[in-house]
């Protein structure tokens, strides 16, 4: 069992960065591969970047890719989100997740979900 906590979340104005953490307990976090999403109001959990158990693999959401940065210090059990250039359409509740699967592609294949994070990016 991996328990997992998210933050981070906050307001920030259109064009501004903010950076979300997730912070593993339980099992070794390296065993993991690790994934976030993102849920706004009214609309199915959709997925946003994630990382290999090593960290060397990461693929991004096309609406994500060149401002959003997925990261992972297995040292420190935790990882993180870097969003830049946000816009007011990335706002939303901000999910990470573990897959014990080596490179999930789906979000069905994530075994441990965290209670979220919002970010709410302002115009």
């Known amino acids: 069992q991996v328990q997992l906590v998210e933050s981070g979340g906050g307001l920030v104005q259109a064009g501004g960065s903010l950076r979300v953490s997730c912070a593993a307990s339980?099992?070794?976090?390296?065993?993991?591969?690790m994934g976030w999403f993102r849920q706004a109001p009214g609309k199915e959990r959709e997925f946003v970047a994630s990382?290999?158990?090593?960290?060397?693999?990461?693929y991004y959401a096309d609406s994500v890719k060149g401002r959003f940065t997925i990261s992972r210090d297995n040292a420190k059990n935790t990882a993180y989100l870097q969003m830049n250039s946000l816009k007011p359409e990335d706002t939303a509740v901000y999910y990470c997740?573990?897959?014990?699967?080596?490179?999930?592609?789906?979000?069905?294949?994530?075994?441990?979900w965290g209670q979220g994070t919002q970010v709410t990016v302002s115009s």
């Open positions: 339980g099992r070794t976090f390296s065993n993991y591969a």
């Open positions: 990382i290999s158990r090593g960290g060397i693999r990461t």
């Open positions: 997740a573990a897959a014990d699967a080596s490179w999930p592609v789906s979000k069905y294949e994530y075994n441990y």
